[in-house]
């Protein structure tokens, strides 16, 4: 079992910059993967980042490219999202995954609102 905790999330206006963090603990000596949803009300849950934990392979949404940035810390075995340039079609509600040998865990996720 991984449990997956995200923080960093909150108001800020457009344009402002974010930083959102994701700790993994539990069984998280096989992750293969981590990265980042987001779900805004009434829409799917659209892919955000991932990163391979072995390898400096990073990925990104076609919305996010260029404005967001994926990175990892293995001593803390945390993830985080860095967030620039924030538009309001940006608010959601984000959430962090990991797949561990086949499964998926995701974390209760955390609120990002742009708004002026």
């Known amino acids: 079992q991984v449990q997956l905790v995200e923080s960093g999330g909150g108001l800020v206006q457009p344009g402002g910059s974010l930083r959102l963090s994701c700790a993994a603990s539990?069984?998280?000596?096989?992750?293969?993967?981590m990265g980042w949803y987001r779900q805004a009300p009434g829409k799917e849950r659209e892919f955000v980042a991932r990163?391979?934990?072995?390898?400096?392979?990073?990925y990104y949404g076609d919305s996010v490219k260029g404005r967001f940035t994926i990175s990892r810390d293995n001593a803390k075995k945390t993830v985080y999202l860095q967030m620039n340039s924030l538009k309001p079609e940006d608010t959601a509600v984000y959430y962090c995954?990991?797949?561990?040998?086949?499964?998926?865990?995701w974390g209760q996720g955390t609120q990002v609102t742009v708004s002026s």
């Open positions: 995954d990991a797949i561990q040998t086949g499964v998926t865990y």
């Open positions: 539990g069984s998280i000596f096989s992750i293969g993967i």
């Open positions: 990163l391979n934990w072995s390898g400096d392979s990073t």
